[in-house]
């Protein structure tokens, strides 16, 4: 199995940074794809980022573009989504997830995920 832990979220206003941290403990982290998705109020879960295990494939989704930045610390078993310029529409539970595979950016590839952290966007 393969615990995620996320932190980082909060409650900030529009314009504002956050950085999501995801820790990952488990049998493997460095070889696989690691992924943040998030579910806003009325919304389906939404694929957000993706990274490869190596850092080389990288996803955004559009609306996020230029905004928000994921990375990963393969020593520390820890992803970030940094997240710049925030917007009413960015609020959401935002998840990490583990994929089985090195590299992919398809949602349905992703499993174990985690409990979520909440960030919200005032106006």
């Known amino acids: 199995q393969v615990q995620l832990v996320e932190s980082g979220g909060g409650l900030v206003q529009a314009g504002g940074s956050l950085r999501l941290s995801c820790a990952a403990t488990g049998r493997s982290f460095s070889t696989n794809a690691m992924g943040w998705f998030r579910q806003g109020p009325g919304n389906d879960r939404e694929l957000v980022a993706t990274i490869s295990w190596n850092s080389v494939g990288i996803y955004y989704v559009d609306s996020v573009k230029g905004r928000f930045t994921i990375s990963r610390d393969n020593a520390k078993n820890t992803v970030y989504l940094e997240m710049n310029s925030l917007k009413p529409e960015d609020t959401a539970v935002y998840y990490c997830?583990?994929?089985?595979?090195?590299?992919?950016?398809?949602?349905?590839?992703?499993?174990?995920w985690g409990q979520g952290t909440q960030v919200t966007v005032s106006s």
């Open positions: 997830a583990w994929s089985r595979l090195p590299s992919t950016t398809f949602k349905s590839d992703f499993g174990f």
